[in-house]
């Protein structure tokens, strides 16, 4: 299966990093409350990162190095094709 690790800005400026195998499901269950408890209360603006490829395993490893990075390190990361935010 094609695990996937994501960073969304949200409407607070704060960043939310995630793993998933289906994103825009994911995003949806964001959007609705649904998802993690972390968007009761802001909402997700937009994906201002993606990585692919991963394994269960390997994406829940991914997520939590990236987790550990301060915001510098997030921008850095996040500074791709996927838009300047």
Not at 35 to 45: H, I, K, L, N, T
Not at 47 to 66: F, K
Request: hydrophobic share 35%.
């Amino acid at each position: 299966m094609n695990w996937q690790v994501y960073i969304i800005l949200c409407s607070d400026n704060s960043l939310y990093t995630g793993i998933t195998t289906d994103l825009a499901r994911r995003l949806r269950m964001h959007a609705e409350g649904k998802g993690a408890r972390y968007f009761r209360g802001r909402r997700p603006e937009k994906v201002v990162y993606l990585e692919t490829g991963h394994t269960r395993s390997s994406a829940g490893r991914r997520e939590a190095e990236i987790k550990k990075l301060n915001r510098a390190e997030k921008r850095l990361l996040a500074c791709s094709p996927l838009g300047d935010w």
